[in-house]
């Protein structure tokens, strides 16, 4: 399984977009890109998924290069409830085991 | 919505004794996992579970686990012997695919955070 990295923690604004980029230099190529979300003694929810390029959903943006070697999670306009940690995760194929990092923590200010 | 219920919600027990965490997965899911994530730390993978066997463990999961599917609703996590370093929320996930082409999005229960004194 592809190792991640992300960076430890991020601060942020309420009203502020929020770029959290995640680097996966050995990704394989039947590997996808996904996003959790984790709020304090929650469990991890799901945020967003993609392959290449670009997706979008209610809540998130994802942007995969061409190389896939990283990605970024774009959440427009955070709010002081976006307040939580972020996994990035790699895989996919044959295997169900999901292997979290240690995420990101984004706290979002008044 | 649909989710995950587990229970309890936390449990206190003494080191050595046995404890048994409950999921009720939802209900069209075919694939079940449980996960602990210790006190201000990773979520760390414990095993995955389909067809009444389990798919894959990982390292943590020693003899004194075991996971079971009692019925067609509970998925079940037992601990045998517990050790002070089980103290952990642990997580009860179901999925309806399998890895695949997306792989299948995980959805989490809210936890059972076990406290061993």
């Known amino acids: 399984l592809a190792k991640t990295t992300q960076p430890i923690s991020m601060d942020s604004y309420e009203g502020q977009e929020v770029n959290i980029t995640c680097s996966h230099n050995?990704?394989?190529?039947?590997?996808?890109i996904t996003w959790y979300q984790q709020f304090p003694s929650q469990g991890p929810r799901f945020i967003i998924q993609?392959?290449?390029t670009k997706v979008t959903n209610e809540v998130a943006s994802l942007f995969i290069p061409a190389d896939r070697k990283s990605s970024t999670l774009s959440l427009p306009r955070v709010s002081l409830s976006d307040t939580a940690v972020y996994y990035c995760?790699?895989?996919?194929?044959?295997?169900?085991?999901?292997?979290f990092g240690t995420g990101t923590l984004l706290a979002v200010q008044p | 919505e649909p989710e995950v219920t587990q229970t309890p919600s936390h449990q206190v027990t003494q080191m050595g004794q046995e404890v048994i965490l409950r999921c009720v997965p939802i209900?069209?899911?075919?694939?079940f996992y449980w996960y602990r994530q210790i006190l201000g730390q990773k979520v760390e993978f414990l095993v995955s579970?389909?067809?009444?066997?389990?798919?894959?463990k990982s390292e943590i999961f020693d003899d004194q686990f075991s996971v079971e599917r009692p019925d067609g609703s509970n998925f079940t996590l037992k601990i045998r012997s517990t050790k002070l370093e089980d103290s952990a929320m642990y997580f009860c996930?179901?999925?309806?695919?399998?890895?695949?082409?997306?792989?299948?999005?995980?959805?989490f229960g809210e936890g059972s955070r076990l406290t061993v004194l």
């Open positions: 579970f389909y067809n009444n066997e389990i798919s894959e």
């Open positions: 995760l790699v895989g996919g194929g044959a295997t169900n085991k999901l292997i």
């Open positions: 209900s069209n899911h075919l694939y």
């Open positions: 050995n990704i394989a190529t039947n590997d996808y």
């Open positions: 993609g392959y290449k």
């Open positions: 996930a179901s999925s309806a695919l399998l890895g695949g082409d997306p792989p299948g999005e995980l959805f």
